[in-house]
């Protein structure tokens, strides 16, 4: 159940920094009553009262709420196809400590896991618990599969067995859920989120709520027949649509042989301005208009190679995507926007979401 204290602990979260007046109209109760949340929120050492910055109003000032200074934190972990890294988050969403490093393979989970229990030590019960991004799909038992870094069936669980919160999930999806509480998509109905790295994937978010699927696997729309049927997907199937808009499809394109790494390959080809790029552009603004005509979307943000595309070939990106749209879209066709997180989009989501199951947990 839902408690006052947990209501203004979400607003705190959601806005760190908002006064106490601010905080006490957001969840519906009086000044004494928000006082007495406060106090006993400190108490616990969850919040903190400073001096609010003058706003020039009549009155007695009032008081800006501030993560305590002793208060839980979230490990919030990203895993790439070359690296990892981990930030200790803070209510509020503000990173206090950052690791990072390359990884070679498979032995990542334990070097992750090892890097925690050093923070744990360091930390003690204020680390709460943790959120990981990662490159594939994650199961709702936290079992990861990866066809592009050829992962299979890996515990994720291995890198905190008995953490009091543990979430996981895909990469991309996370980012959505990220760029609809803090970043671009912020006040949306409906967001479509596109992240293009190794491979394409992204998030649906209604209403603030990430649509993952019966078994977790949403957002996969790398995966959908958008692409040349004639080209075969590591995931098993032909033409999927993430095989026409990333690197290995630039490399085709252009006649070069598959790419070792195709997100670097990638960000050197689309910065030359080759016309490989058009190609994959007008792709990806045909697949937006797809999704969109489905799924009645009223903002599209990209990420990841997605975002430096935007950057490099809008007008194609547009002109694929205005000709895709419905007539009764196209008059007032959703905005398509920059992810504004950039590549902090999925750790900053996996905090997000390990932390919105942990502030429900957070009792006084």
């Known amino acids: ?7 203004l602990l979400r607003a705190v979260h959601a806005h760190p920094g908002i006064t106490r007046a601010e905080a006490a109209r957001s969840i519906g109760v009086g000044t004494g009553a928000a006082t007495e949340l406060v106090g006993r929120l400190s108490e ?3 919040v903190v009262e400073a001096p609010a910055r003058p706003s020039g109003a009549r009155g007695r000032p009032t ?17 790439t196809h070359e690296s990892w890294r981990i930030d200790l988050v803070e209510l509020g969403g503000r990173t206090l400590h950052t690791a990072q490093a390359r990884h070679d393979g498979r032995d990542v989970l ?18 709460r618990g943790t959120g990981v991004a990662v490159p594939g799909t994650v199961t709702r038992t936290q079992r990861l599969d990866s066809a592009y870094l050829d992962w299979h069936d890996l515990d994720l669980h291995a890198i905190w067995p008995d953490a009091e ?3 996981a999930g895909n990469d991309a999806t996370l980012a959505g859920a990220a760029e609809s509480a803090r970043g671009a998509a912020v006040g949306a109905s409906v967001a479509l989120h596109l992240r293009i790295g190794g491979g394409l994937g992204g998030a649906v978010v209604d ?25 075969p997907c590591k995931c098993g199937a032909h033409g999927c649509w993430g095989t026409s808009v990333d690197g ?5 394109l252009i006649g070069d042989p598959e790419p070792p790494d195709p997100v670097s390959y990638a960000r050197r080809v689309i910065a030359t301005g080759h016309e ?21 979307a009223d903002v599209v943000t990209l990420g990841g190679l997605g975002a430096e595309l935007l950057d490099a070939a809008r007008d194609d990106i547009m002109r694929a995507y205005r000709d895709g749209l419905m007539n009764v879209r196209r008059a007032a066709a959703p905005a398509v926007r920059r992810a504004t997180l950039g590549d902090d989009g999925p750790i900053a989501g996996a905090a997000e979401e390990a932390w919105t199951t942990l502030l429900s947990r957070l009792t006084t």
Not at 1 to 7: A, P
Not at 63 to 79: C, M, N, Q, S
Request: glycine residues 16%.
């Open 276 to 296: 490989a790029v058009t190609v994959i552009a007008g792709s990806l603004g045909r697949g937006m208009a797809g999704l969109v005509n489905g799924l009645d």
């Open 248 to 252: 290995g499809a630039l490399a085709r």
């Open 207 to 231: 209403h603030g709520r990430v649509l993952t699927g019966a078994s977790g696997f949403g957002g996969e729309f790398g995966h959908m027949p958008f692409g040349d049927p004639r080209v």
């Open 165 to 167: 919160v543990f979430v």
């Open 44 to 46: 616990a050492a969850l």
């Open 110 to 127: 334990s070097v992750v896991a090892a890097e925690i229990e050093n923070r744990r030590s360091r930390y003690g019960p204020r680390l």
């Open 1 to 7: 159940m839902t408690t006052r204290s947990t209501e």
């Open 63 to 79: 008081t800006a709420l501030l993560p305590h200074p002793a208060g839980p934190l979230i490990a919030a972990v990203d895993i």
